[in-house]
Structure formats: structure tokens, C-alpha cells
């Protein structure tokens, strides 16, 4: 009798993974033709893409947050919306509301810009907490209800969320529920010295030219889908189990990742194996992506913040401790 575990193995020698691979490469390479440097992160919107995912983006203005987000849904081929959260946003300037149509004698849904594949909310902690909970729906049922109206949102949906760590006066920071409805969080840096060079000698030259478009709708979705068929072993599954269970016992950690954590680091390292090129999951798959998926997930005890510590180095320390699987 063969066992689900082999059966999944065998199977994968009949499964053609270079689809998501080569699309992947594809379309990292057109929005690098815009965007300088940043490649890890530009990686990681790719696997929040092919998982159904979100993500936040942290960082100094003027590093580019709003052009990376346009540049790669154009490249994409799908639909980009961007809208500015301000103090005085309402929450059906996200979703729409209903109008009187006179001609028709009859209320008619306007859609809000939430209803494209891609929404940039910028600067999403500068609005309301309602405000900022009318993207939960969304985010998590992919669906928008407006008085008593449910619509389903456009397939892929994906919400890239902008956040500005400077300047927190008249702001409202995100509820720990919201928070956790992100796959990643992403931290922009400064560029290399080399990058800024080359992103200063771009605009000198004028060598700003329109994306192609690489992909469209319909070919994400089936990639997507394919993604969700790369093996991953029970060994990579315990060792998951393990990083999770860490962190609800470390000295330092007041709160510990849930079970989301798990199921999304499970995903995303099956994710990042296909864009890889591999129709497995390995151990470094999961250590990559343990930072963007519990950095923001984490709470630390006021005691190891007096120490200098965030939830960076705590989780760099956990992988440090935790046998790696072999």
C-alpha cells in the first residue's frame, strides 16, 4: 500500500514547475528595469502574489514604496489602484456606496478603488482605526458588503500597505488584528551607495521608459494554483512547528506567533521553492522567510525592548537555536 507522503512524490515528477520559475524571473527583471536594488523585497511581493497575500511596506519617505507598487502591477498586467489614507478618509472612499441613478429610479453600487487586483493603501496609518477596518473584509474574505450588497473582489487581490516610521504625530497605528492580516512586513532601507548612483544616473540619462507587461490575470491564478502542489516534508512541516512554538515561549517574547503564522510560512516557502526552481520545500526556504513573516506578529517584553532588542534579532536567535532538519 502506498503512502500519502509517497504518493505526493511520485506525483511531482509528472508536475512541470518551470511555468512559475520562468514567470517569476520575468517579471522581477522587468520591475528591476525600474526599480534599483531592493531584489529580496521584490522576491517577496512576487511570493505574497502567488499565496494570496498582503503586504506592508516600511520605510523613510522617498524610497520609492508608491513606484514599486505601480511598477509592479503594470508589469503584471492587472488592475492598480492607489488610495491616499488622510485623517478625514471614510471607509466608503475605499469601498463605494450606493447612488440614485434617476434615469433608472433605482439606488446603483459605485465601486470604490478597492476594486482592482492591486490596492495601494499609502501611508495606511495616517486614517481613522474605521477607516482602516474597512480593508478588513476585504483583506480576508476577499469580498466588499456596502448596505447589505456583498461583492466579490477581481481575482488576484492583493493589498500593498505603505507605512512611514517617522512623523507618528496624528496617526493612528494599526491594531494588532490588522496587523497580523499582513503575510509580510517589509522594511525599505537606504540604497547601496552603488544603486543610488545608478538610480541618479537612470534619471540623467532619461532612461525611464513604460514596463512591458509580462503576465495577465488568468496566468497568475493558474500559477497560483501550482504553487500549492510543491511538496513539502513532514520534517520541514515539524521544523515550522518548532520556530512557531519557540516563540511562545521565548524569555524575551511577551506574545508568540499563532497558528496564521504557521500556515503562512508553510505557503510562502512553497512558494519561494517554485520561483526557485525547485519542486520542494527545504529548510533554507523557511529560515529566508521567517523575518517578514513574524517580525510583525511578534511582542516583545518591555524588558529585552530596554535591551535594545526588536523582533528581528529575537527571531535570528531562534533560528540560531532550533536544529536545522536534515
Known amino acids: 500500500m502506498t503512502t500519502p507522503k509517497k504518493a505526493s512524490k511520485s506525483a511531482l515528477q509528472e508536475i512541470d514547475f518551470s511555468p512559475v520559475r520562468e514567470l517569476a524571473q520575468n517579471v522581477l527583471s ?7 536594488g531592493y531584489g529580496d523585497i521584490l522576491q517577496n511581493l512576487f511570493i505574497a502574489l502567488l499565496t494570496n497575500g498582503h503586504v506592508l511596506l516600511e520605510g523613510v519617505p522617498g524610497l520609492g514604496k508608491t513606484v514599486m507598487a505601480k511598477t509592479f502591477a503594470n508589469t503584471l498586467g492587472i488592475s492598480f489602484n492607489r488610495v491616499q489614507f488622510t485623517p478625514d478618509l ?5 469601498t463605494g456606496t450606493k447612488i440614485f441613478d434617476q434615469s ?5 453600487l459605485m465601486p470604490g478603488p478597492i476594486f482592482a487586483n492591486i490596492v495601494l493603501a499609502d501611508e495606511i496609518n495616517r486614517s481613522a482605526p474605521k477607516t482602516q477596518a474597512a480593508l478588513l473584509e476585504s483583506m480576508a474574505e476577499r469580498q466588499v458588503t456596502i448596505e447589505n450588497e456583498t461583492r466579490q473582489l477581481e481575482k488576484p487581490f492583493m493589498v500593498i500597505a505603505t507605512e512611514n ?11 494588532e488584528a490588522q496587523v497580523d492580516r499582513f503575510l509580510f512586513k517589509l522594511w525599505l532601507d537606504y540604497p547601496e551607495e552603488d544603486d543610488e548612483v545608478e538610480i541618479i544616473r537612470r534619471q540623467v540619462k532619461g532612461d525611464v521608459s513604460p514596463v512591458e507587461c509580462i503576465t495577465n490575470a488568468e496566468e497568475i491564478i493558474n500559477i497560483q494554483q501550482l504553487v500549492n502542489l510543491v511538496y513539502i516534508d513532514d520534517r520541514i512541516l515539524k521544523y515550522i512547528k ?9 524569555p524575551q517574547i511577551a506574545l508568540g506567533a499563532g497558528p496564521r503564522a504557521s500556515l503562512t510560512l508553510m505557503k510562502c516557502s512553497k ?8 519542486n520542494y520545500v527545504t529548510p533554507d526556504d523557511v529560515r529566508a ?4 513573516v513574524l517580525n510583525h506578529r511578534l511582542l516583545l517584553k518591555p524588558e529585552a525592548e530596554l535591551e535594545g532588542l526588536d523582533s528581528n534579532t529575537v527571531v535570528k536567535r531562534i533560528l540560531e537555536e532550533i536544529p536545522i532538519p536534515i
Not at 30 to 36: R, Y
Not at 165 to 175: D, H, V, W
Not at 271 to 278: D, E, N, P, Q, T
Open 90 to 94: 471614510l471607509p466608503a472612499d475605499i
Open 242 to 250: 518548532d520556530i512557531i512554538f519557540k516563540t511562545r515561549n521565548h
Open 104 to 108: 433608472e429610479g433605482k439606488f446603483v
Open 165 to 175: 516610521p517617522i512623523e507618528m504625530e496624528g496617526t493612528y497605528p494599526l491594531p
Open 289 to 292: 522567510l521567517c523575518i517578514p
Open 271 to 278: 512558494a519561494r521553492a517554485a520561483i526557485l526552481g525547485r
Open 30 to 36: 522587468e520591475v528591476s528595469s525600474v526599480i534599483v
